[in-house]
Every structure is written in C-alpha cells, then in structure tokens.
C-alpha cells in the first residue's frame, strides 16, 4: 500500500530489521551451546533456549506483516513489541541465579553483552546478543520515525 508522506519505506524498513532479527535469533539458538543446556547443567533444551525461540518467531511473523501491510497500526504493535522484547533482553540479567553457576548478575551481563568469549564457557558466538539487541532498538526508531512521517 502505497502512501503519500513516505513512510512505507520506512515500514519496509522497520519490517526487514525484524527478520533480519529473526535470522540473528536462530543463529544464537543453533550456535549457542550455553543457551542450549544452560552452561551444561540441563538436559537440551533450555527455557533461555525456548524464550530465544519465541523472540525468533514473533520477530519473523511481525517482520512479514510489516513489510507486506505498511500499515501504522503494524508500524506501532512492531514498536511496541520491539521495545518489549529489547527490555526482555537486558531483564535477562536478572535471571543469573537460574544458572546455578554462581555468576553474578555483572558476569552474566559479560556473557550476554560481551565482544569477547567468556572463559569457560562452552562455544557461542560472542556479540550475537549485542547485535540482536541493537536490531529491536534500530526497530523502535525506525517504526517511529515512520509514524512521525504520517
């Protein structure tokens, strides 16, 4: 649906972040042994494991909707679900002691937001979460902008 003020670019836009989001999310989900087994203490799958595939899935239905529909009511649930999901990301910290690792809340959050590989964990690839976080920030800007354009 084409529009008059510009903002159905803007929509393709914030749509396309959700599924690149998508991609990001399976990537962690197949390449995350930690995710997978909770550093090894549990049996495959995880509930991080599960919750990360539930971020996969909505990103993917709402990118698709996005993108085919250049609605502003899309454009706004992308917004907010957006912004929901980058605050369940950093409210993940909080789930450190479910680890039964003895992390501390600080070492968890190097885990999830760090550049680097976090010693003695099992194989993952570092800054996934970092750039999977940012994508569903990138989301909510991109979505309002789009809004403000109407």
Not at 23 to 39: G, K, P, R
Not at 109 to 119: E, I, R
């Amino acid at each position: 649906m084409a529009d008059k003020n510009g903002s159905s670019g803007y929509y393709a836009t914030q749509g396309l972040l959700l599924v690149v989001a998508f991609i990001t999310a399976i990537v962690i989900l197949f390449t995350d042994h930690n995710l997978q087994t909770d550093f090894g203490t549990e049996p495959k799958y995880f509930y991080h494991w599960y919750g990360m595939l539930v971020i996969a899935i909505v990103s993917l239905i709402g990118g698709i909707i996005i993108v085919m529909k250049h609605d502003p009511l899309f454009g706004k649930i992308g917004i907010a679900g957006s912004a929901i999901i980058a605050i369940f990301l950093v409210a993940d910290i909080a789930t450190y002691s479910t680890l039964n690792l003895g992390f501390t809340a600080s070492q968890f959050a190097t885990y999830l937001f760090g550049f680097a590989h976090y010693p003695g964990a099992g194989s993952y690839i570092p800054g996934l979460y970092d750039i999977l976080f940012i994508e569903f920030i990138l989301a909510v800007i991109v979505g309002v902008i789009a809004l403000r354009k109407k």
